[in-house]
Protein backbone atom coordinates (compact mmCIF):
# COMPACT_ATOMS: atom_id res chain seq x y z
CA UNK A 1 0.00 0.00 0.00
CA UNK A 2 1.75 3.25 -1.03
CA UNK A 3 1.82 5.88 1.72
CA UNK A 4 -0.97 8.17 3.11
CA UNK A 5 0.60 11.63 3.21
CA UNK A 6 -1.55 14.85 4.35
CA UNK A 7 -0.71 18.39 3.01
CA UNK A 8 -1.34 21.87 4.21
CA UNK A 9 -0.12 25.09 4.77
CA UNK A 10 -0.88 29.02 5.70
CA UNK A 11 -0.57 30.56 2.49
CA UNK A 12 -3.51 28.84 1.31
CA UNK A 13 -5.26 26.44 -1.06
CA UNK A 14 -4.30 28.49 -4.38
CA UNK A 15 -0.81 29.19 -3.53
CA UNK A 16 2.41 28.02 -5.52
CA UNK A 17 4.05 26.64 -2.91
CA UNK A 18 1.51 24.04 -2.01
CA UNK A 19 0.95 22.99 -5.35
CA UNK A 20 4.26 22.24 -5.99
CA UNK A 21 4.58 20.37 -2.79
CA UNK A 22 1.73 18.83 -3.80
CA UNK A 23 3.60 17.41 -7.21
CA UNK A 24 6.76 16.31 -5.27
CA UNK A 25 4.30 14.09 -2.38
CA UNK A 26 2.57 11.94 -5.62
CA UNK A 27 5.69 10.72 -6.45
CA UNK A 28 6.41 9.00 -2.56
CA UNK A 29 2.27 8.16 -1.85
CA UNK A 30 -1.08 8.88 -2.67
CA UNK A 31 -1.83 13.11 -1.44
CA UNK A 32 -5.19 14.85 0.64
CA UNK A 33 -4.65 18.35 0.55
CA UNK A 34 -6.72 20.08 2.96
CA UNK A 35 -5.54 23.89 2.94
CA UNK A 36 -7.01 27.25 4.37
CA UNK A 37 -9.40 28.96 1.95
CA UNK A 38 -7.41 32.24 1.91
CA UNK A 39 -3.98 33.18 3.30
CA UNK A 40 -3.60 31.98 7.29
CA UNK A 41 0.35 33.50 7.68
CA UNK A 42 1.10 33.84 11.15
CA UNK A 43 -1.63 32.40 12.77
CA UNK A 44 0.66 29.88 14.85
CA UNK A 45 -0.88 26.99 16.10
CA UNK A 46 -4.59 29.05 16.60
CA UNK A 47 -7.94 27.34 16.26
CA UNK A 48 -11.28 28.40 15.52
CA UNK A 49 -13.52 27.65 18.83
CA UNK A 50 -15.95 30.58 17.73
CA UNK A 51 -17.80 29.11 15.03
CA UNK A 52 -18.34 26.00 12.84
CA UNK A 53 -15.96 25.11 10.43
CA UNK A 54 -17.00 24.76 7.16
CA UNK A 55 -15.15 22.55 4.23
CA UNK A 56 -15.22 21.65 0.53
CA UNK A 57 -13.63 19.24 -1.76
CA UNK A 58 -12.37 21.13 -4.67
CA UNK A 59 -11.23 17.92 -6.71
CA UNK A 60 -10.85 14.50 -6.51
CA UNK A 61 -8.72 11.72 -8.90
CA UNK A 62 -6.57 8.87 -8.14
CA UNK A 63 -4.47 9.50 -6.04
CA UNK A 64 -5.27 12.92 -4.83
CA UNK A 65 -7.98 14.64 -3.47
CA UNK A 66 -7.82 18.79 -2.15
CA UNK A 67 -9.40 20.10 0.04
CA UNK A 68 -9.69 23.33 1.64
CA UNK A 69 -11.75 24.95 4.54
CA UNK A 70 -12.33 28.24 6.31
CA UNK A 71 -9.98 27.50 9.64
CA UNK A 72 -6.69 27.73 10.17
CA UNK A 73 -3.58 25.63 9.62
CA UNK A 74 -3.93 23.57 12.69
CA UNK A 75 -7.74 23.13 12.27
CA UNK A 76 -6.65 21.99 8.70
CA UNK A 77 -4.68 19.05 10.04
CA UNK A 78 -7.22 18.15 12.74
CA UNK A 79 -10.11 18.09 10.51
CA UNK A 80 -8.42 16.38 7.91
CA UNK A 81 -7.28 13.71 9.85
CA UNK A 82 -10.75 12.78 11.61
CA UNK A 83 -12.86 13.07 8.67
CA UNK A 84 -11.29 13.54 4.96
CA UNK A 85 -8.52 11.35 5.03
CA UNK A 86 -9.67 7.26 4.62
CA UNK A 87 -6.77 6.33 6.98
CA UNK A 88 -4.58 7.41 9.39
CA UNK A 89 -1.84 9.76 7.27
CA UNK A 90 1.81 8.56 7.49
CA UNK A 91 3.38 12.20 6.80
CA UNK A 92 1.70 15.44 6.79
CA UNK A 93 3.87 18.16 4.95
CA UNK A 94 3.24 21.86 5.68
CA UNK A 95 4.02 24.47 3.18
CA UNK A 96 6.17 24.83 0.89
CA UNK A 97 5.71 28.45 2.69
CA UNK A 98 6.87 31.83 0.80
CA UNK A 99 9.21 32.96 2.84
CA UNK A 100 10.90 32.22 6.06
CA UNK A 101 10.49 30.13 8.99
CA UNK A 102 13.75 29.68 10.78
CA UNK A 103 14.76 30.61 14.19
CA UNK A 104 12.29 32.69 16.18
CA UNK A 105 10.01 33.14 13.16
CA UNK A 106 8.36 29.46 13.52
CA UNK A 107 6.65 30.83 17.06
CA UNK A 108 4.32 32.48 14.79
CA UNK A 109 4.23 30.17 11.79
CA UNK A 110 1.22 28.58 10.70
CA UNK A 111 3.41 26.59 8.64
CA UNK A 112 5.11 25.17 11.77
CA UNK A 113 1.89 25.00 13.85
CA UNK A 114 0.72 22.89 11.06
CA UNK A 115 3.44 20.52 11.66
CA UNK A 116 3.71 20.84 15.18
CA UNK A 117 -0.03 19.76 15.37
CA UNK A 118 0.42 16.80 13.53
CA UNK A 119 3.09 15.49 16.21
CA UNK A 120 0.73 16.46 18.57
CA UNK A 121 -1.54 13.59 16.87
CA UNK A 122 1.35 11.35 16.69
CA UNK A 123 1.61 11.32 12.82
CA UNK A 124 5.31 12.56 11.52
CA UNK A 125 5.28 15.89 9.85
CA UNK A 126 7.91 18.32 8.38
CA UNK A 127 7.60 22.27 7.31
CA UNK A 128 8.84 23.48 4.60
CA UNK A 129 10.06 27.02 3.39
CA UNK A 130 11.55 28.72 0.96
CA UNK A 131 13.52 32.31 1.71
CA UNK A 132 11.17 34.36 -1.08
CA UNK A 133 7.90 36.12 -0.02
CA UNK A 134 6.99 36.32 -4.09
CA UNK A 135 3.77 34.83 -4.74
CA UNK A 136 5.67 33.56 -8.02
CA UNK A 137 8.55 32.19 -6.29
CA UNK A 138 10.82 29.66 -8.06
CA UNK A 139 10.82 26.44 -5.87
CA UNK A 140 12.58 24.55 -8.94
CA UNK A 141 16.34 24.70 -6.87
CA UNK A 142 15.02 23.11 -3.91
CA UNK A 143 12.95 20.27 -4.98
CA UNK A 144 16.06 17.59 -5.27
CA UNK A 145 16.36 18.61 -1.05
CA UNK A 146 12.36 18.35 -0.46
CA UNK A 147 12.95 15.02 -2.53
CA UNK A 148 15.90 13.85 -0.37
CA UNK A 149 13.98 14.61 3.02
CA UNK A 150 10.34 13.04 2.31
CA UNK A 151 12.51 9.99 1.24
CA UNK A 152 14.56 9.92 4.08
CA UNK A 153 12.02 10.30 6.68
CA UNK A 154 9.68 7.91 5.21
CA UNK A 155 12.08 5.23 5.50
CA UNK A 156 13.51 6.54 8.25
CA UNK A 157 10.58 7.17 10.93
CA UNK A 158 11.28 10.29 12.90
CA UNK A 159 11.61 9.90 16.51
CA UNK A 160 7.89 10.48 18.65
CA UNK A 161 7.02 13.89 19.19
CA UNK A 162 9.32 15.63 16.81
CA UNK A 163 8.51 17.70 13.30
CA UNK A 164 11.51 18.79 11.21
CA UNK A 165 11.45 22.75 10.19
CA UNK A 166 13.31 23.14 6.78
CA UNK A 167 13.90 26.33 5.08
CA UNK A 168 15.41 26.33 1.62
CA UNK A 169 18.04 29.55 0.86
CA UNK A 170 16.36 31.90 -2.33
CA UNK A 171 19.37 30.67 -4.59
CA UNK A 172 19.24 29.32 -8.44
CA UNK A 173 19.83 26.04 -9.48
CA UNK A 174 22.85 24.12 -8.39
CA UNK A 175 24.09 27.10 -6.17
CA UNK A 176 22.47 25.69 -2.78
CA UNK A 177 25.77 23.40 -1.33
CA UNK A 178 23.62 20.75 0.36
CA UNK A 179 21.88 19.96 3.77
CA UNK A 180 22.57 21.19 7.51
CA UNK A 181 20.63 19.77 10.50
CA UNK A 182 20.82 22.83 12.93
CA UNK A 183 19.56 24.02 16.43
CA UNK A 184 17.88 27.45 16.09
CA UNK A 185 19.56 30.98 15.84
CA UNK A 186 19.28 32.90 18.68
CA UNK A 187 17.33 35.77 17.05
CA UNK A 188 14.27 38.12 17.63
CA UNK A 189 12.13 40.52 15.84
CA UNK A 190 12.13 44.48 17.13
CA UNK A 191 8.61 45.04 16.33
CA UNK A 192 6.87 48.08 16.59
CA UNK A 193 3.04 49.44 15.85
CA UNK A 194 3.20 52.44 13.31
CA UNK A 195 0.49 55.21 14.05
CA UNK A 196 -1.32 56.30 11.11
CA UNK A 197 -4.53 58.24 10.37
CA UNK A 198 -7.49 57.11 8.32
CA UNK A 199 -9.90 59.15 6.11
CA UNK A 200 -11.89 59.33 8.18
CA UNK A 201 -9.53 60.85 10.60
CA UNK A 202 -9.60 57.77 12.76
CA UNK A 203 -6.09 56.32 14.42
CA UNK A 204 -5.13 52.89 13.55
CA UNK A 205 -1.48 50.86 13.97
CA UNK A 206 0.58 49.31 11.06
CA UNK A 207 2.78 46.41 12.17
CA UNK A 208 6.58 46.75 11.29
CA UNK A 209 9.55 45.35 12.31
CA UNK A 210 13.08 44.41 11.66
CA UNK A 211 14.65 41.16 12.02
CA UNK A 212 18.12 41.04 14.43
CA UNK A 213 20.12 37.93 14.37
CA UNK A 214 23.01 38.32 16.55
CA UNK A 215 23.93 34.74 16.73
CA UNK A 216 27.23 33.63 15.18
CA UNK A 217 26.57 29.87 15.73
CA UNK A 218 27.92 27.85 12.53
CA UNK A 219 25.40 25.50 14.15
CA UNK A 220 22.69 27.61 13.25
CA UNK A 221 19.88 27.74 11.01
CA UNK A 222 20.56 31.53 9.99
CA UNK A 223 23.80 30.43 9.40
CA UNK A 224 23.65 27.61 7.43
CA UNK A 225 20.83 29.67 5.23
CA UNK A 226 23.13 32.38 4.64
CA UNK A 227 25.79 30.09 3.82
CA UNK A 228 23.61 28.47 0.89
CA UNK A 229 22.86 25.51 2.89
CA UNK A 230 19.32 23.67 3.33
CA UNK A 231 18.41 23.85 6.71
CA UNK A 232 16.48 21.56 9.28
CA UNK A 233 16.28 22.23 12.68
CA UNK A 234 14.30 19.53 14.55
CA UNK A 235 11.48 20.77 16.77
CA UNK A 236 9.04 19.54 19.52
CA UNK A 237 6.12 20.33 21.39
CA UNK A 238 7.57 20.08 24.87
CA UNK A 239 8.47 23.56 25.81
CA UNK A 240 9.44 22.51 29.42
CA UNK A 241 13.12 23.90 30.24
CA UNK A 242 14.11 20.41 31.94
CA UNK A 243 17.63 22.17 33.56
CA UNK A 244 15.78 24.88 35.03
CA UNK A 245 13.67 21.75 37.00
CA UNK A 246 16.02 21.19 39.89
CA UNK A 247 16.85 25.17 40.12
CA UNK A 248 13.21 25.55 41.27
CA UNK A 249 12.42 22.94 43.25
CA UNK A 250 13.98 24.63 46.03
CA UNK A 251 12.58 27.92 45.84
CA UNK A 252 9.04 26.21 45.73
CA UNK A 253 8.56 22.72 46.81
Not at 2 to 17: E, F, M, S, W, Y
Request: aromatic share 6%; glycine share 8%; charged share 20%.
Amino acid sequence: MRPLILITNDDGVNAKGIHVLTEVAREFGDVIVMAPQTNASGLSHSIVSSRPIRAQEISSEEGLTICSCDGTPVDCVKLAVEHFCPRRPDLVLSGINHGSNSSINVLYSGTMGAAIEAVALCIPSIGFSLLNHSPQADFEPGLPFIRRIIRTTLENRLPAGITLNVNIPRLAAGEIKGIRVCQEANACWNDSFEKRIDPQGRPYWWLTGKFVCDDPSESSDEWALAHGYVSIVPIHCDFTHHPTIEKLKPLYC
